[in-house]
T-cell receptor, first 112, second 111 residues
Framework: DAGVIQSPRHEVTEMGQEVTLRCKPI?????LFWYRQTMMRGLELLIY????????DSGMPEDRFSAKMPNASFSTLKIQPSEPRDSAVYFC??????????FGPGTRLTVL | DQQVKQNSPSLSVQEGRISILNCDYT??????FLWYKKYPAEGPTFLIS?????DKNEDGRFTVFLNKSAKHLSLHIVPSQPGDSAVYFC??????????FGTGTSLTVIP
C-alpha cells in the first residue's frame, strides 16, 4: 500500500486566495483526520471523519476552513479566503483502529 | 489551552546512553496515550502506546511509563542510536474521540 497520499506537497499562495488540500487515505481505513502543525501549538486536530461522516470539527479554527469527504478514498480541506496566519504544515491521517493513525507526508502551506 | 505539554523542545544524548522524553497532561479523562516519531519532511509515525490502566509498556528499545497521579508520561529509549534522531510527539485521547498532541521534542543522538 502506498500509505496516505497528500497533494500538493507544497503550496504557496497569496492572501485572499482559495486553497484546497487533498488526501487519499489508506484503503480500508474508516477514519480520517486533518491536523495542522505549527511551532507554537504543535499538532492540532482540525476535524475527523468516521465512515465519511464528520464526527468532530471543533478544531476547525473558523468558518474560512471547511472539509469534505465525499467517499472513502478522498477528502479535501479548503481554506477560503486564506490568510498569512494559515501558513503551516497540514497533515492528513487515517486509521482502521482508532488509536494508531497513519500520517501522510503533509502539505506545507505558505500564504503571502 | 494545551492539554498535552512537552516542555523540552530539544534533547541531546550520546549514542548508547538512555534518552528520556517527558510529557505532561492536564485532562484526567485521557485513557490512552501514544508516542509518534517524526523525521523532517515526513509525517509522524506511530511508535508506542499505553492504556491508562497500565503504568508501563515496553517494545524493544522503547518503554513508555505512565504516572497517572502526576499526570506524567515518559518515553525511554535504551540504548539510543543516531537513527533515533527525530522529533517525538506525545499524544493523548479520550476513547479515541479527540486527539491532543504536544508541541514535540527534538532528539539528537550524537555518535
Amino acid at each position: 500500500d502506498a500509505g496516505v497520499i497528500q497533494s500538493p506537497r507544497h503550496e504557496v499562495t497569496e492572501m485572499g486566495q482559495e486553497v484546497t488540500l487533498r488526501c487519499k487515505p489508506i484503503s480500508g481505513h474508516n477514519s480520517l483526520f486533518w491536523y495542522r502543525q505549527t511551532m507554537m501549538r504543535g499538532l492540532e486536530l482540525l476535524i475527523y471523519f468516521n465512515n465519511n461522516v464528520p464526527i468532530d470539527d471543533s478544531g476547525m479554527p473558523e468558518d474560512r476552513f471547511s472539509a469534505k469527504m465525499p467517499n472513502a478514498s478522498f477528502s479535501t480541506l479548503k481554506i477560503q479566503p486564506s490568510e498569512p496566519r494559515d501558513s503551516a504544515v497540514y497533515f492528513c491521517a487515517s486509521s482502521e483502529a482508532r488509536w494508531e493513525q497513519f500520517f501522510g507526508p503533509g502539505t506545507r502551506l505558505t500564504v503571502l | 489551552d494545551q492539554q498535552v505539554k512537552q516542555n523540552s523542545p530539544s534533547l541531546s544524548v550520546q549514542e548508547g546512553r538512555i534518552s528520556i522524553l517527558n510529557c505532561d497532561y492536564t485532562n484526567s479523562m485521557f485513557d490512552y496515550f501514544l508516542w509518534y516519531k517524526k523525521y523532517p519532511a515526513e509525517g509522524p509515525t506511530f511508535l508506542i502506546s499505553i492504556s491508562s490502566i497500565k503504568d508501563k509498556n515496553e517494545d524493544g528499545r522503547f518503554t513508555v511509563f505512565l504516572n497517572k497521579s502526576a499526570k506524567h508520561l515518559s518515553l525511554h529509549i535504551v540504548p539510543s542510536q543516531p537513527g533515533d534522531s527525530a522529533v517525538y510527539f506525545c499524544a493523548a485521547t479520550v476513547t479515541g474521540n479527540q486527539f491532543y498532541f504536544g508541541t514535540g521534542t527534538s532528539l539528537t543522538v550524537i555518535p
